[in-house]
């Protein structure tokens, strides 16, 4: 089955700094690849997400980017800010067969912004 | 529109004992999922609903048990609860079964003794 690894599992930056997420995956049927963002004692929210007809979507500050023959795909965050101060997880669709919509994700990158 | 709503926020519970974490949606969303959080192990899928009356098993299945009797509702159930089932549990929902956001509910704590 699906196995999505995620590095690095803690990032410190200084506000205005970039920041980069690497999420690896297993299963090269793969074709979503959603990045979520859980503030403390909250549920995840997604933030952007890629398919993979695609190599890179940009929205504002952040931006994922697909490498499928390397089965790779990267959040970066640009200008970082303390709200952005989270955890976040990258995730990969299953091929479970049939139609249906689930994800593994990774195992999730603290992100702490310095102001 | 309150989404996703989950009850209760947190419990502890005696080991042995069985607990049904409930899960609500308005959206009416066809599809929905419980999921474990544990530190450094992510977000790992219990089960799964495509649609009111139809259940899948997700990664990590066992000593839970689940039902959709409608739309709206998706309750989880620890018919004997042990001490590794302390987690935060998540539940979700997406409209259909094609790729696309799931939107997560608050969470509950559970805390197994």
């Known amino acids: 089955g699906e196995n999505v690894e995620q590095h690095p599992s803690t990032l410190s930056v200084q506000e205005g700094d970039s920041a980069v997420i690497k999420c690896t995956y297993s299963?090269?049927?793969?074709?979503?690849f959603p990045w979520y963002k859980q503030e403390l004692g909250k549920g995840p929210q997604l933030i952007i997400d890629?398919?993979?007809?695609?190599g890179e979507k940009k929205d504002q500050r952040i931006a994922v980017t697909l490498n499928k023959t390397a089965k790779h795909f990267s959040l970066h965050i640009t200008e970082t800010q303390p709200e952005d101060s989270a955890v976040y997880f990258c995730?990969?669709?299953?091929?479970?067969?049939?139609?249906?919509?689930?994800?593994?994700f990774g195992t999730g990158t603290l992100l702490a912004v310095q102001p | 529109t309150a989404g996703i709503t989950q009850a209760p926020t947190s419990q502890i519970l005696a080991a042995g004992r069985s607990m049904t974490l409930r899960c609500t949606q308005d959206?009416?969303?066809?599809?929905m999922y419980w999921y474990r959080q544990d530190l450094g192990l992510g977000l790992r899928l219990i089960h799964y609903?495509?649609?009111?009356?139809?259940?899948g098993k997700g990664e990590v299945p066992d000593g839970y048990s689940v039902s959709r009797a409608n739309t709206d509702d998706f309750p989880l159930t620890l018919a004997s609860a042990v001490p590794s089932q302390t987690s935060v549990y998540f539940c979700?929902?997406?409209?259909?079964?094609?790729?696309?956001?799931?939107?997560f509910g608050p969470g509950t704590r559970l805390t197994v003794l």
């Open positions: 979700a929902s997406t409209p259909g079964t094609t790729v696309g956001e799931q939107f």
């Open positions: 299963d090269s049927a793969s074709n979503y």
């Open positions: 890629i398919r993979s007809n695609v």
């Open positions: 995730a990969a669709r299953a091929n479970y067969g049939g139609a249906t919509n689930k994800l593994i």
């Open positions: 959206m009416r969303h066809n599809a």
């Open positions: 609903s495509n649609t009111a009356g139809t259940t």
